[in-house]
């Protein structure tokens, strides 16, 4: 079965650099959620989109940017990046299902390093 | 917002003996509690969910009980296997509102052979 796919699987930045990071959720699902793992953390909730639009917003810095595309895509772009923005980023999907709990699928992440 | 508390920290046992990790919530008004597996340098993969208006579910090997009352879920695995070595994560969620995952800080299970 089809999963969630980000990319790039590894990144390496410098300081104050600019990062993009995809997210391509699995078909048919039609909300992404992002979220942040340092080392040894859990995840953090960053943020999440449904049907193209911001639904909820966690813990994302302001120089953290994220949009969803029409075809359910996912980017989430930093800037200005800090030797903290190191971590571990997963994309999640999940099919909206009128009342009943959204079941999240995670992708296998990519790892940012901030040097 | 919601608060998810799981313990041990780190949890080792012998090949075939059962593990048992328990997370607490604080807002009574979540109503999903899923149980992701995460391996080392991969994503969260769920194992196995609960919803409010089930007290217990199993699959093979891995069950969950969850008690509304007392806001507490717990995640059982039994004849443990090697393969099951990982980091577990309880989380919850409020279904309906904000549909953010909360996730408890994980627990590092070691299956000794």
């Known amino acids: 079965a089809a999963g969630v796919i980000q990319s790039p699987r590894h990144l390496i930045k410098e300081k104050r650099e600019t990062a993009t990071l995809k997210c391509y959720p699995i078909p048919r699902h039609d909300t992404v959620y992002w979220y942040q793992q340092g080392p040894g953390q859990d995840p953090q909730f960053l943020i999440s989109f449904y049907e193209k639009m911001q639904s909820d917003k966690g813990s994302i810095p302001d120089r953290f940017s994220a949009q969803q595309f029409s075809d359910y895509h996912s980017e989430l772009n930093m800037s200005s990046l800090e030797l903290g923005d190191s971590a571990l980023y997963f994309c999640a999907s999940s099919e909206s299902d009128r009342g009943m709990p959204d079941i999240q699928y995670f992708g296998a992440g990519t790892r940012l390093s901030v040097l | ?113």
């Open chain 2, 1 to 113: 917002g919601e608060n998810v508390e799981q313990h041990p920290s780190t949890l080792s046992v012998q090949e075939g003996d059962s593990a048992v990790i328990k997370c607490t919530y604080s807002d009574s008004a979540s109503n999903y509690f899923p149980w992701y597996k995460q391996e080392l340098g991969k994503g969260p993969q769920l194992i196995i969910d609960i919803r409010s208006n089930v007290g217990e579910k199993k699959d093979q090997r891995i069950a969950v009980t969850l008690n509304k009352t007392a806001k507490h879920f717990s995640l059982h695995i039994t004849e443990t296997q090697p393969e099951d070595s990982a980091v577990y994560f309880c989380a919850a969620l409020i279904s309906g509102s904000a549909r953010q995952l909360t996730f408890g800080s994980g627990t590092q299970l070691t299956v000794l052979p």
